[in-house]
C-alpha cells in the first residue's frame, strides 16, 4: 500500500496536486480504476479510485472511509531540543513518526545549540514518514518553543523531564514508571542537558524526573529512545498463526 | 570526560597517533600533567596523565587502570541487513553503540538492496560513537555475512528473527519474550524483508519468531527498536537523591 497525504481532502472526489497526480500516472502508472490510498492526516484513511487518470490533475473517487485509523492507544508529546546538527533532529522526527507519538514540540533551552528552526522542512520530514509508515494520524509539529512557556502550560497527564544532573528527589527510570494508556509529555535538553535552573523550574512546575538508563546518549538517540520505551509500555498482545 | 581510542595502548607509557596527538595539544590544550582518559576498546578504561606535550607524538603516563569497566550485564548480537542509503545504516550503527550492542553482523539476504559494505567506513561509525559515549568496549563488527552462513553457526543464546510475514507458529513480542541478562542474537531483514524462504529456513535452524509492534519499521528503524528494547529489558534499577 502507497500512501498519499490529502490534508484538504474532499469527497465523494478530489484532485490530486500535480506532484502526486505525477506520481500516480507517471510512476506508479495507475490506470482509471485501479485502487490507490490517502489520508487526511486527521485519522481518516480513504481507499479510493482513480476517476480520471490526468498526470497534472488526477481525480479519484473515494469508495470507502476507514476513520480513526490505528489511533495509538496513548498520547506522546515529545518536547526536545532540536540538534546542533539538523539532520540528527531530523532522524528523530523521522523514527518518532514511524515508532508512534502524537505531537513534537521543538524546545528552546537556556544551552540551546540550534536557536532558531524551519518548520516547513521539519514538518516535510514528518509528513514523509507519516506516508513511509501508513499512518492516518500526522503528528503536530509546533514551532520552537521556550522551555519555560511550555513548563507554564497546562497538560492533562504525566510530565516528565530526562536530564543526567544530580536527581533532586528521585529519578525513576522511563520505562518502569510508565502505565499503559498514559498521556506523557516528555521532555528532552539540548547536548548541554537542561541546565541546574531549568531542572528546578520543571520539577517546581510539577514535572517528574527520569532516566533512560546509565547510557550517555546524545539528544536525538534519547528522544528515540524515550519514544521506544512508551510505545514498548503501550504494545498490544502477541500474535499466533 | 573526553575518551582516546588506542587499541594498541601499551603501559605504563603510551604514544597517541598524529590525530590524537594533534587533538589533544592542539584542540584540547592539554599540557604535561593534565589527565586525560584512554580505552584499549576491549573493556579497559585508563586514566592517564600527560608525559610530553608533543603536538605530532603526545605521550602520556597510564596511572590508574579499570578494567571490565561498565560491562553490559547481557550480550546483543544485532545482524541486519545494510540498507541502500548507507547513511541510514550508518545512523543504526551509532545509535546501536550509543544504546548497546556487543556486535554487530551486517548481513546479505536475498532481497537485500545492498550487497557490497565499506567496512573501515563502517568501523570509523561505531569507533566514533564508542568514544563519544565514553564506552570502553568496542562492538565487534563483521564483514557482510550470508544469512545462510550465519544460520549455520552455532550460538550460545537466544536467537531470534524480526519479520513482517505471517507467523509459521508463534510471533511473540520481542520485549515480552526477553529475560534480563541473556545472550541475544537478533536478525532483522531488508527493505523487502527476509523472504519466507528464508524465515523458514531460520526456524528450522531453531530460530524464534518475533515481532517489534504493529508498526510498519524501517530496517535500521527496527534494528534500533530492538537494541533498545534489549537495552530496556536489561536496565539497573532506580535512582535516588
Known amino acids: 500500500m502507497q500512501l498519499f497525504y490529502a490534508p484538504d481532502l474532499t469527497t465523494p472526489r478530489y484532485t490530486l496536486g500535480e506532484e502526486e497526480s505525477k ?14 490510498h490517502l489520508t487526511d492526516g486527521r485519522g481518516t484513511l480513504y481507499r479510493c479510485e482513480i476517476a480520471e487518470e490526468d498526470a497534472r490533475r488526477c481525480t479519484v473517487r473515494v469508495v470507502e472511509r476507514f476513520p480513526d485509523y490505528e489511533r495509538m492507544p496513548y498520547r506522546l508529546t515529545m518536547a526536545v531540543a532540536p540538534t546542533k546538527n539538523i539532520e540528527r533532529f531530523e532522524w528523530f522526527l523521522e523514527k518518532a513518526t514511524e ?17 532558531a528552526l524551519k518548520i516547513e522542512r521539519a514538518e516535510r520530514v514528518v509528513v514523509s514518514a507519516m506516508k513511509q509508515s501508513l499512518k492516518a494520524f500526522c503528528p503536530a509539529l509546533r514551532p520552537l518553543t521556550p522551555l519555560d512557556d511550555l513548563l507554564a502550560e497546562p497538560f ?79 504494545h498490544t498482545p502477541d500474535q499466533t498463526a
Open 156 to 234: 492533562d497527564g504525566r510530565r516528565l523531564i530526562a536530564h543526567c544532573d544530580a536527581p533532586r528527589m528521585e529519578k525513576r527510570h522511563l520505562f518502569d514508571t510508565l502505565r499503559p494508556h498514559e498521556n506523557l509529555l516528555v521532555l528532552i535538553g539540548p547536548e548541554g542537558d537542561f541546565s541546574p535552573a531549568e531542572i528546578d523550574a520543571a520539577l517546581r512546575a510539577g514535572f517528574e524526573e527520569i532516566t533512560l538508563g546509565r547510557q550517555r546518549l546524545r539528544t536525538e538517540t534519547a528522544a528515540v529512545v524515550a519514544t521506544v520505551m512508551a510505545a514498548t509500555r503501550n
Open 99 to 115: 515508532v508512534g507519538v502524537s505531537e513534537i514540540v521543538p524546545l528552546l533551552c537556556e544551552r540551546s545549540e540550534r536557536r
Open 23 to 36: 506520481h500516480c500516472i507517471r510512476v506508479l502508472r495507475l490506470r482509471r480504476g485501479d485502487t490507490l
